[in-house]
């Protein structure tokens, strides 16, 4: 049974870029939630995505926008880099929005 | 909004050893998760407690959710280098997000 995935591992772009993760829900997950971790910090919440919607949005600017496909795999996009998004993304999915997440390996974002 | 303070920080202990991490909250704990992540990759799901004065065991590792619910705490029993990474606390919020604490790093000797 394949976990959550993440695609790419590592990522470098320069300030000023625009920026695609991806992201694979564990099989029977229908919700897709993304973190972001900067270097000694917990994960601070993105957004969730539930039913291909938005369902809650923590403290991001636009810059930051999300999809999820029908097939539940989802997508964060990243406009006009910040030196300060270098982060490692993580992808946690669950059964629901309210159950457990499991989370992926994460994309290491490095913004030069 | 709600903060979630962990202590240790970092911690080093002896193999062997038996050690305890604390996740203290500013509010009330509704649901709290434990993940451990190794060092620049994803969070593994320990566990997860809801109820005041709940516990739950895997393995070596032990949680317990006090009554009062503002406080987690995490034991090691004759901890193993395998046990080495990072443990962060997690809690749940009206809504969605997991809110997390900054993690306690540990480290075990030979």
């Known amino acids: 049974d394949a976990g959550v995935t993440q695609s790419p591992t590592h990522l470098i772009k320069t300030r000023g870029q625009q920026v695609t993760l991806r992201c694979s829900p564990k099989s029977g997950h229908d919700t897709v939630s993304w973190y972001q971790q900067a270097l000694g910090q917990g994960p601070q919440f993105i957004f969730q995505y539930y039913e291909e919607e938005e369902r809650q949005r923590g403290n991001f600017p636009d810059r930051f926008s999300g999809h999820q496909f029908p097939n539940y795999s989802s997508e964060l996009n990243v406009n006009a880099l910040l030196l300060g998004d270098s982060a490692l993304y993580l992808c946690?999915?669950?059964?629901?929005?309210?159950?457990?997440?499991?989370f992926g390996p994460g994309t290491r974002l490095t913004v030069t | 909004s709600q903060e979630l303070e962990q202590s240790p920080q970092s911690l080093i202990v002896q193999e062997g050893k038996n050690l305890t991490i604390n996740c203290t909250s500013s509010?009330?704990?509704?649901?709290l998760y434990w993940y451990k992540q190794k060092y620049g990759e994803g969070l593994i799901f320990l566990m997860m407690?809801?109820?005041?004065?709940e516990e739950k065991s895997h393995e070596k590792i032990t949680a317990k959710l006090d009554e009062k619910k503002q406080q987690s705490s995490l034991h090691i029993t004759a901890s193993q280098p395998s046990h080495a990474g990072i443990y962060l606390c997690g809690a749940t919020t009206p809504g969605y997000a997991l809110n997390f604490g900054k993690g306690t790093s540990l480290l075990v000797t030979p």
């Open positions: 946690a999915s669950s059964s629901t929005p309210l159950y457990e997440q499991y």
């Open positions: 509010k009330t704990l509704y649901g």
């Open positions: 407690l809801q109820k005041g004065g």
